[in-house]
């Protein structure tokens, strides 16, 4: 199994365990004299089955992805650096819509707002770490489908 396929699983599985987190919580109680429409004990057993899955392909994902050297670095750097380009992305795209609007003034007296940062600027770095997220997505989606588990 290749670790993109591995991936693909793990997202399947964790969509199960929601499916079956609503149906537990759902079938937990009923009204006295009732049934429920599944059986809590199966849906129980269920879940232990899915967890016990996911838990050992998050284990081989893990120890693949530590292992997986892509241009020197373990995968597991690659995909560090990418949720942190993530994060700064999020904050530039925030910060420069923040200092793109400025208030319009209809008269003199009205208070004037005066960016803090140097708008062009930020969307040059904005649209490099766009750049960098995207040759990092690159190297990983490669690595996850020349990978085997």
Not at 17 to 23: A, C, V
Not at 51 to 70: D, G, H, K, W, Y
Not at 109 to 120: A, N, Q
Request: hydrophobic content about 40%.
């Amino acid at each position: 199994m290749k670790l993109a396929e591995a991936l693909q699983e793990r997202a399947d599985l964790n969509r199960r365990l929601e499916q079956l987190r609503i149906r537990l919580c759902n079938n937990a109680t009923v009204q006295e004299g009732e049934k429920p429409a599944e059986d809590p004990h199966k849906l129980m057993a269920e879940l232990e089955e899915v967890l016990s899955r996911l838990e050992a392909l998050m284990a081989q994902i893990n120890l693949t992805n530590s292992r997986t050297l892509v241009e020197g670095k373990p995968l597991t750097q690659w995909i560090a650096r990418r949720d942190a380009l993530k994060l700064r992305i999020e904050t530039l795209r925030d910060m420069t819509g923040a200092a793109s609007r400025l208030a319009v003034r209809a008269t003199h007296s009205e208070i004037k707002i005066h960016s803090t940062v140097e708008v062009p600027k930020l969307q040059a770095s904005l649209d490099a770490a766009c750049a960098e997220l995207r040759r990092t997505d690159n190297l990983i989606q490669q690595a996850n489908w020349l990978t085997e588990l």
